[in-house]
Nanobody, 114 residues
C-alpha cells in the first residue's frame, strides 16, 4: 500500500496563497496520474486538480485560474499552488492517484478567513 503524506496547509486571509505538497514513495512509477482533492465539513470529497503522466493539467471550474498542480519527479512530490484564496476554499486537502486508487492519507487543513 502507498502511504501519502500531505503538508503545507494553514490559515490565511482572503486573497492569500499557500502551496501544498504530497510526498510519494521512491518506488512510484514516473508516468502516474495524480490529483488533488478537498473535502469541506458536511460536503463530499471533490477533485479540484488533476495532472496526467504527460503533464496535462485539468481543474475544477471553481479553482481554474487560481490553482496550479505540478510535480517534481526528482523529489517524487506533487504540488498544489493556491493563489487568490477565498473562504469557499476552506477544506481538508488530499492527494491521490487519479482516479483515486490508493488509501487516503490524513490530508492537510486549509482555512481561509474573510
Amino acid at each position: 500500500q502507498v502511504q501519502l503524506v500531505e503538508s503545507g496547509g494553514g490559515s490565511v486571509q482572503t486573497g492569500g496563497s499557500l502551496r501544498l505538497s504530497c510526498a510519494l514513495p521512491q518506488t512510484i512509477f514516473s508516468g502516474y496520474h495524480m490529483g488533488w482533492y478537498r473535502q469541506a465539513p458536511g460536503k463530499q470529497r471533490e477533485l479540484v486538480a488533476h495532472l496526467s503522466g504527460g503533464g496535462t493539467a485539468v481543474y475544477a471550474d471553481s479553482v481554474k485560474g487560481r490553482f496550479t498542480i505540478s510535480r517534481d519527479n526528482a523529489q517524487n512530490t506533487v504540488y498544489l499552488q493556491m493563489n487568490s484564496l477565498n473562504p469557499e476554499d476552506t477544506a481538508v486537502y488530499y492527494c491521490n492517484r487519479g482516479p483515486a486508487g490508493w488509501d487516503w492519507g490524513q490530508g492537510t487543513q486549509v482555512t481561509v478567513a474573510s
